[in-house]
């Protein structure tokens, strides 16, 4: 099973506009990491925002904030007035809490275009 | 402080060859990681460095290696190239072994087998 399911491949905001890509992630570990980054052209990964398992409050980091549903696994990244700059892929990402400290599971991504 | 730095940037290799990537971690981070990123299979786990010690390795055949030296600095290397090697390879750095500690990324080695 995959740990970690993006399905929304693509899609369109309008600049200033909020937007939601979803992220749906399997796991039985009990103390896990959820992560987003951002992939801009560049192929350079940048760290957006994380969400810990046991954290009571959904995360959040200027424009960007998690949407934290544990019982439904599930992690969106809510991005708030919309930039142009914001087109890019975005990947969500876990690391459970076991021997693989530093092995994470990336998504397939979304690629979010931001229309002027 | 300087970034995660990859060399080279981009590489052109025949099938049947053999490439050394590079990946200099953030100074005074000690754990170093290795992904292929593919547009057909995504980002993918190849192995992880600790204190010059492999801990994890991915799903990949042996064509696949990889090493870090006492300065931190690690480099992967991939034998006898195929042309389903062709990818993105990342390199990311992260100075602890705790959950929530991020990985830093490089810009990554675009590899392209002819």
């Known amino acids: 099973a995959q740990k970690i399911t993006q399905t929304q491949p693509g899609m369109f905001v309008q600049e200033k506009e909020a937007v939601t890509l979803d992220c749906t992630y399997d796991?039985?570990?009990?103390?896990?990491?959820l992560f987003w980054y951002k992939q801009p052209s560049s192929g350079e990964m940048i760290f957006l925002i994380y969400?810990?398992?046991?954290?009571?409050q959904n995360a959040t980091e200027g424009r960007y904030s998690l949407n934290f549903q544990k019982a439904r696994k599930s992690a969106n990244l809510v991005i708030s007035a919309s930039q142009l700059g914001d087109s890019a892929m975005y990947f969500c990402a876990m690391r459970e809490d076991s021997y693989n400290f530093n092995k994470f599971y990336f998504g397939s991504g979304t690629k979010l275009n931001v229309k002027p | 402080k300087a970034g995660v730095t990859q060399t080279p940037r981009y590489l052109i290799k025949t099938r049947g060859q053999q490439v050394t990537l590079s990946c200099s971690p953030i100074?005074?981070?000690?754990?170093v990681s290795w992904y292929q990123q593919t547009p057909g299979q995504g980002l993918q786990f190849l192995f992880e460095?600790?204190?010059?010690?492999?801990?994890n390795k991915g799903n990949f055949p042996g064509r696949f290696s990889g090493r870090q030296f006492s300065n931190s600095r690690s480099e992967m290397n991939v034998s006898t190239l195929e042309l389903g090697d062709s990818a993105l390879y990342l390199c990311?750095?992260?100075?602890?072994?705790?959950?929530?500690?991020?990985?830093?990324f490089g810009s990554g080695t675009q590899l392209s087998v002819l």
């Open positions: 796991t039985s570990d009990p103390s896990y990491g």
């Open positions: 969400q810990g398992s046991y954290d009571q």
């Open positions: 100074s005074g981070h000690r754990s």
């Open positions: 990311a750095s992260s100075p602890r072994l705790s959950l929530n500690e991020k990985l830093f």
């Open positions: 460095y600790f204190s010059e010690t492999q801990r």
